[in-house]
């Protein structure tokens, strides 16, 4: 147990360490992956184990004290959300609780995070959700679904997707041919080529006219017209120009962009090639696009990665550790 508390995990020539809030190294770098954050008290820590001649990947967890709990039979351990942490064993998922009890026995071939108390999984070749007592709380018969978000859940029905509530009901037709999660009240969905956004409801409030969509984020949704990025309002009116060749959600008042990355990336969900900065909701540059890799602000800073180190930056730019 160390006398400081863990603030940010450190990467440092492809070992993982981590430092307190005064940018004091605290647990030396030894760790081959840590997840990014804390996430009710705990990141996921994996390192390489020689076990009985055979070397495999061993699963664990860290706290904010640097208290370590490794468990040497997982096949592999996820981080926390809403107080479980979706492990994996002998093929089969199940959860783990805050004090790293099982809380929920392994028995599904495939399983998700928790989210609004419910957990998608997959029975006998179908998804449902159980609670958090494992019980099954809405039968399985999706070909997939998404987590829930404002008590509606994407979910696939004869190649056509809607949305159910926490009952099960069917709230939202399976009538698009794709859709995304629901955020401040609205969700992206496609019809053939476009992309609009429905209500709760159903009911189009925005509409289909765009090539790529995502889900709102401090009151701003990222959109694509002739393969540029730029931000729409709640009224569909573009108020950030479609200026870059990739955009990220608003997260803490800023938002990632990508200018340059590689034509043959175009379609992927995160584009490989190109600088990333940040702008914020008047659209200017907030911080200069020079980042190969980077991730949205959290608790005030991004991590960047940039081979086998990583670093922090603020909201202005300043690196946070100096070596």
């Not at 351990?77 to 994996?88: D, V």
């Not at 108390?117 to 029975?123: F, N, Q, S």
């Not at 969509?213 to 393969?227: R, T």
Request: net charge neutral.
């Amino acid at each position: 147990m160390v006398k400081r508390e863990l603030f940010l995990p450190i990467l440092r020539d492809g070992r993982y360490g981590f430092i307190d809030k005064e940018k004091n190294v605290v647990i030396n770098p030894r760790f081959r992956y840590v997840s990014d954050r804390f996430r009710d008290g705990y990141c996921v820590i994996t390192y390489i184990k020689k076990i009985r001649k055979t070397t495999r990947w061993v699963f664990g967890y860290i706290d904010k004290l640097g208290n370590t709990q490794i468990f040497l039979h997982l096949d592999s351990a996820y981080e926390f959300s809403e107080g479980l942490s979706r492990i994996k064993l002998d093929n089969y998922y199940g959860y783990l609780d805050t004090s790293l009890e099982e809380a929920i026995k392994p028995r599904f071939i495939c399983a998700a995070n928790f989210r609004e108390g419910l957990a998608g999984v997959k029975i006998n070749k179908k998804w449902g959700f159980i609670d958090k007592q494992g019980e099954v709380a809405i039968d399985p018969s999706y070909t997939y679904v998404n987590q829930f978000f404002e008590g509606r859940s994407l979910v696939e029905i004869k190649g056509k997707y809607g949305y159910i509530n926490k009952y099960g009901d069917l709230v939202i037709p399976a009538e698009f041919d794709i859709g995304t999660e629901f955020s401040e009240g609205l969700a992206p969905v496609r019809i053939k080529d476009k992309w609009g956004y429905i209500d709760l409801n159903g009911k189009v409030i925005i509409d289909f006219v765009f090539d790529r969509a995502k889900p709102f984020s401090e009151g701003l949704a990222c959109i694509c017209i002739n393969d540029k990025w730029g931000y729409i309002n709640k009224k569909g009116e573009v108020v950030i120009d479609t200026m870059f060749d990739y955009a990220c959600d608003f997260r803490e008042g800023l938002a990632r962009f990508n200018i340059g990355y590689n034509s043959l990336t175009r379609g992927m969900s995160i584009p490989k090639g190109g600088l990333w900065g940040f702008l914020n909701k008047l659209g200017e540059v907030q911080i200069t696009p020079k980042f190969d890799s980077i991730s949205d602000f959290e608790e005030g800073y991004a991590q960047l990665i940039k081979g086998n180190n990583n670093n922090y930056i603020d909201k202005i730019g300043n690196l946070l550790l100096i070596d």
